[in-house]
């Protein structure tokens, strides 16, 4: 099956003329119709418009084109615009909604004549941790059907390991790419924040926010990312750095690396599964040759409390502009104000509301001090914590999530619960470092754990080349669900 290929392998052999990127589209449509019934990863498939593509990638190929990701078929996370195909955020507030203009990081797929075979299901708004939250459905696990993907990439991460697609674009604001990364057993990568152009994907809290990748392999993630990343001078925060080749750079030689190894961590109530196993990925990079040390990381435990200030606060201000007066379904009530109140009530889902009411709360009179302004100095320690770190190490090791996959429905309704599920992940994004998850193996029940690697701001490089050789010496990310 073409399904099974990697998408590094489909590239070698839509070059070599061993297939056509008809024949790989067609078997992916094909396996999405028979598969995703259960895994409800797509929002909506974009089958005419994906084979139109596939059929103009193919000309383009005979015609001498050997652009790198050629007629490559790829899942799009749904809070990225892409021009007259429905982008809902998975929130009923958007239902129908056509944007009118492409965001940058797709955009650059597109012209390198990648074929988007569909958006995928989201958290509403990317507010969640298991996919439970949208409007449209709750995604499943590949792995146990019983169980959620992650969230709130949910559906992309579910598309890649259900082999409904060779890779996807996915969002990650504390943790939305690495986390279901790791309940999905794929390769997730949340760049630098200022890497990849936000422009264009539908914010949830603008400094926090950053376009991320998932692949079945380290090199699909480094060539998703090299077609990404770049200065972008429609988003202000967009760095005007050079991008590194970095397929190029995956030697899988760590001999020497510094990696540390952050007592924080490792906490109470983490599976134990989960820390025996993580335990073991780091040993065999001291089997690699890297260089293992014990590091601290002092402002972890503010870390949690401290993204749900400032990212609620930037929620309640970027999510005033949905109001049904200029896209989206309306609730029409005569006078404005009742008309506002009641699409906003209609509109948005449960999570959504909780985190609106935290944030505007956190801004309001006599409280900004209080709340926003402090969780503004703790994520300038936190920052401060990673850059002495780094000081003394390349990379950092740690787990990706506490637990593996958890089932559909145990912490829908315990908010705090289910914000723990990203208690490892939030610290990268305040301090806007690289973060990756990687397979490094599978608890009793058979659910992938994910091994997550952070960097300096920047240095994409190296954590993809540790990430590569410890996945050289590894075959955890060959396994495949069973579907």
Same mark, same amino acid.
């Given at each position: 099956?073409?399904?099974?290929?990697?998408?590094?392998?489909?590239?070698?052999?839509?070059?070599?003329?061993? /297939?056509? =990127?008809? !024949?790989?589209?067609?078997?992916?449509?094909?396996?999405?119709?028979?598969?995703?019934?259960?895994?409800?990863? &797509?929002?909506?498939?974009? !089958?005419?418009?994906?084979?139109?593509?596939?059929?103009?990638?193919?000309?383009?190929?005979? $015609?001498?084109?050997?652009?790198?990701?050629?007629?490559?078929?790829?899942?799009?996370?749904?809070?990225?615009?892409?021009?007259?195909? $429905?982008?809902?955020?998975?929130?009923?507030?958007?239902?129908?909604?056509?944007?009118?203009?492409?965001?940058?990081?797709?955009?650059?797929?597109?012209?390198?004549?990648?074929?988007?075979?569909?958006?995928?299901?989201?958290?509403?708004?990317? *507010?969640?941790? =298991?996919?439970?939250? =949208?409007?449209?459905?709750? @995604?499943?696990?590949?792995?146990?059907?019983?169980?959620?993907?992650?969230?709130?990439?949910?559906?992309? #991460?579910?598309?890649?390991?259900? %082999?409904?697609?060779?890779?996807?674009?996915?969002?990650? @604001?504390?943790?939305?790419?690495?986390?279901?990364?790791?309940?999905?057993?794929?390769?997730?990568?949340?760049?630098?924040?200022?890497?990849?152009?936000?422009?264009?994907?539908?914010?949830?809290?603008?400094?926090?926010?950053?376009?991320?990748?998932?692949?079945?392999?380290?090199?699909? *993630?480094?060539?998703?990312?090299?077609?990404?990343?770049?200065?972008?001078?429609?988003?202000?925060?967009?760095?005007?750095?050079?991008?590194?080749?970095?397929?190029?750079?995956?030697?899988?030689?760590?001999?020497?690396?510094?990696?540390?190894?952050?007592?924080?961590?490792?906490?109470?109530? /983490?599976?134990?599964?989960?820390?025996?196993?993580?335990?073991?990925? /780091?040993?065999?990079?001291?089997?690699?040759?890297?260089?293992?040390?014990?590091?601290?990381?002092? %402002? @972890?435990? &503010?870390?949690?409390?401290?993204? &749900?200030?400032?990212?609620?606060?930037?929620?309640?201000?970027?999510? +005033?502009?949905?109001?049904?007066?200029?896209?989206?379904?309306?609730? =029409?009530?005569?006078? *404005?104000?009742?008309?506002?109140?009641?699409?906003?009530?209609?509109?948005?889902?449960?999570?959504?509301?909780?985190?609106? *009411?935290?944030?505007?709360?956190?801004?309001?009179?006599?409280? &900004?001090?209080?709340?926003?302004?402090?969780? $503004?100095?703790?994520?300038?320690?936190?920052?401060?914590?990673?850059?002495? +770190?780094?000081?003394?190490?390349?990379?950092?090791?740690?787990?990706? #999530?506490?637990?593996?996959?958890?089932?559909?429905?145990?912490?829908?309704?315990?908010?705090?619960?289910?914000?723990?599920?990203?208690?490892?992940?939030?610290?990268?994004?305040?301090?806007?470092?690289?973060?990756?998850?990687?397979?490094?193996?599978?608890?009793?029940?058979?659910?992938?754990?994910?091994?997550?690697?952070?960097?300096? +701001?920047?240095?994409?490089?190296?954590?993809?080349?540790?990430?590569?050789?410890?996945?050289? #010496? @590894?075959?955890?990310?060959?396994?495949?669900?069973?579907?």
């Amino acid at each position: 099956m073409l399904t099974d290929l990697t998408l590094t392998d489909a590239q070698e052999k839509l070059r070599s003329g061993a /297939i056509t =990127s008809v !024949e790989l589209t067609q078997q992916h449509l094909e396996r999405i119709q028979t598969i995703d019934p259960d895994v409800k990863a &797509y929002l909506t498939l974009t !089958e005419n418009q994906a084979l139109a593509a596939a059929d103009q990638a193919d000309q383009r190929r005979q $015609q001498g084109d050997d652009t790198p990701l050629l007629g490559i078929p790829l899942a799009i996370k749904d809070v990225l615009m892409t021009k007259a195909v $429905q982008t809902t955020c998975g929130s009923r507030i958007l239902e129908g909604f056509l944007p009118p203009y492409t965001g940058t990081a797709v955009q650059n797929l597109f012209d390198m004549g990648v074929v988007m075979l569909g958006k995928t299901n989201v958290d509403e708004f990317a *507010m969640g941790s =298991s996919t439970e939250n =949208s409007g449209y459905g709750v @995604t499943h696990n590949p792995w146990d059907l019983d169980r959620v993907p992650g969230g709130s990439s949910g559906g992309s #991460a579910a598309a890649v390991a259900a %082999h409904m697609a060779l890779g996807a674009l996915g969002t990650d @604001t504390g943790g939305s790419v690495r986390q279901p990364g790791s309940f999905c057993g794929v390769c997730a990568l949340k760049p630098s924040y200022g890497r990849v152009s936000r422009y264009g994907l539908i914010a949830f809290a603008s400094s926090l926010d950053q376009i991320g990748v998932f692949g079945r392999t380290v090199e699909d *993630m480094a060539v998703l990312l090299g077609a990404i990343a770049g200065h972008d001078p429609r988003d202000s925060t967009s760095m005007d750095l050079p991008v590194p080749d970095y397929r190029a750079g995956l030697t899988g030689d760590v001999h020497g690396l510094r990696v540390g190894v952050p007592k924080e961590y490792f906490i109470e109530g /983490i599976q134990p599964e989960v820390e025996q196993t993580i335990r073991a990925a /780091i040993d065999q990079f001291v089997t690699l040759g890297a260089d293992i040390r014990e590091i601290t990381l002092p %402002h @972890t435990d &503010y870390a949690l409390p401290t993204y &749900y200030l400032i990212a609620p606060a930037e929620a309640s201000a970027n999510l +005033a502009r949905f109001d049904g007066v200029r896209y989206g379904p309306r609730q =029409s009530q005569g006078a *404005m104000w009742p008309t506002y109140k009641a699409t906003r009530g209609q509109g948005f889902g449960a999570e959504v509301k909780r985190r609106i *009411m935290l944030g505007t709360y956190a801004l309001s009179a006599g409280y &900004y001090d209080a709340y926003y302004l402090k969780a $503004q100095k703790v994520r300038t320690l936190i920052r401060q914590d990673f850059d002495r +770190a780094f000081e003394a190490v390349d990379i950092i090791l740690s787990p990706t #999530a506490p637990t593996t996959a958890f089932r559909i429905g145990e912490k829908v309704d315990d908010p705090l619960q289910m914000y723990l599920s990203d208690v490892f992940t939030l610290p990268a994004n305040l301090a806007g470092i690289v973060g990756a998850s990687i397979p490094c193996g599978f608890d009793r029940a058979g659910l992938p754990i994910g091994l997550q690697i952070m960097g300096p +701001a920047f240095d994409e490089p190296t954590v993809l080349r540790a990430a590569h050789a410890y996945q050289h #010496a @590894t075959d955890w990310h060959t396994r495949r669900p069973t579907l």
